[in-house]
């Protein structure tokens, strides 16, 4: 047992004070965890594009001071009343999404969306007593996602982390905690392309190359990769793209270009940007009588998804995917152990494109705007 366990603990977080402001590395009172919370000792943390979409407070409810962060791994300091499954010392991945295990999505095969823990992005406070763990000078800062990594120290509910491996490197597998097992996921989980199929993936930012690595895992002969910044090309064909299209280069609509290059189109498609425009071109350039397109981009909140009822008649599918359609405390760690034992060429290093210090967080939030970073 931690000898700070029930005890406040002061420690350095990076303060988003203002909404597009750098943060501010502040001393932050992290109170003990609560009836089925755990309290963490972050290790290692990711910036995500969703971390910059919330501070930017671009189209939402702007929330702040607040600590932003949501892909991490560290270790349990200590734990709160009722948890039983994690203990001090054990190593974990915080995740933006939960698993209660009681309710029926937990229960279910087919679902991931956890009724009691599925994400929030509006609440600031922690679900037992809708208060918040941090605080500067007594004045309380709201949580993000119920992870809040950009802290030292952060209060997690037991429900929001997997317990994995202590031997896996928590400075690779960190990243496996969003945006690289979204893309996975949306593959191999729910897009499932068969061995030899053709597949396109819009967006080739960090959860769209993981939905590449998926693509090249499960053997797909061609691995289209459709993005407007063509200096990602050349990033895309280390994680297994075959081809580049830019729908830039072209007068005629992507998805009219993806099927004249696949003979009427690909047998599976994944969206990764949130393009209201992106999502239609997944949909209509896949093949007709078995194509499948997944959905993993959040759209703008007033977008409105347009096709023509044809393309549905003509037995195209349309899915949707949240965290990849993994459960974060069954499915993760298993993942994790699949990538220690090399069952899966998740190549994870290729996704950690720069590294800074804690206190020089504000450079990475520079590289991802710049479009210069993945991870």
């Known amino acids: 047992m931690s000898t700070r366990a029930g005890q406040v603990i002061r420690c350095k977080a990076a303060v988003a004070w203002e909404a597009g402001k750098p ?15 755990i309290r963490l000792k972050i290790l290692f943390t990711a910036l995500c594009h969703t971390d910059v979409y919330f501070w930017e407070a671009k189209g ?9 962060g949501h892909e991490a791994g560290g270790v349990v300091e200590s734990v709160g009343e009722g948890v039983t499954d994690l203990q001090p010392g054990d190593h974990v991945l915080p995740v933006f999404t939960g698993e209660c295990k009681e309710c029926p999505h937990c229960k279910s095969e087919e679902s991931n969306m956890c009724d009691l823990l599925r994400i929030n992005t509006d609440r600031g406070v922690m679900i037992n007593d809708e208060k918040s ?26 429900g929001c982390v ?18 690289i097992s979204t893309g996975l996921g949306a593959t191999i989980n729910v897009a499932k392309p068969k061995k030899g199929q053709s597949i396109a993936v819009f967006g080739l930012g960090a959860v769209g190359l993981g939905a590449v690595t998926g693509a090249r895992i499960a053997g797909a002969s ?37 099927a004249e290059m696949t003979n009427g189109g690909v047998d599976r498609s994944v969206e990764c940007t949130g393009s209201v425009q992106a999502m239609i071109s997944a949909f209509e350039c896949v093949h007709d ?26 037995e195209r599918t349309l899915k949707g995917t949240f965290f ?32 800074v210090p804690f206190s020089e967080i504000n450079k990475a939030f520079d590289y991802m705007l710049k479009g210069e970073g993945l991870r």
Not at 29 to 35: I, L, N, R, S
Not at 134 to 148: A, D
Not at 325 to 353: A, C, G, W
């Open 324 to 355: 990849g359609n993994f459960k974060p405390r069954s499915d993760i760690p298993n993942v994790v152990e699949k990538y220690m034992k090399n069952e899966l060429d998740l190549q994870l290093e290729k996704f950690i494109t720069h590294s």
């Open 289 to 314: 009588g078995w194509g499948v397109a997944v959905l993993v981009g959040v759209p703008n909140k007033d977008d409105e998804f347009k096709t023509h009822p044809i393309n549905f008649l003509t």
């Open 162 to 179: 997997a317990k994995i491996n202590s031997a896996a490197p928590l400075e690779k597998v960190c990243v496996l905690s969003c945006g």
């Open 133 to 158: 763990r941090f605080s500067v000078n007594g004045k309380p800062v709201y949580h993000f996602l119920g992870t809040s990594t950009f802290s030292e120290y952060t209060v997690v509910h037991v």
């Open 23 to 37: 943060l501010v590395i502040e001393e932050v009172e992290v109170a003990p965890p609560q009836k089925n919370e």
């Open 222 to 258: 061609r691995i289209i990769g459709v993005d407007m910044n063509p200096s990602r090309l050349e990033e895309a064909r280390k994680f297994g793209c075959t081809e580049f299209v830019n729908p830039k280069d072209h007068k005629k609509p992507v998805q009219q270009v993806i």
């Open 60 to 68: 939402q409810t702007p929330l702040f001071p607040r600590i932003f």
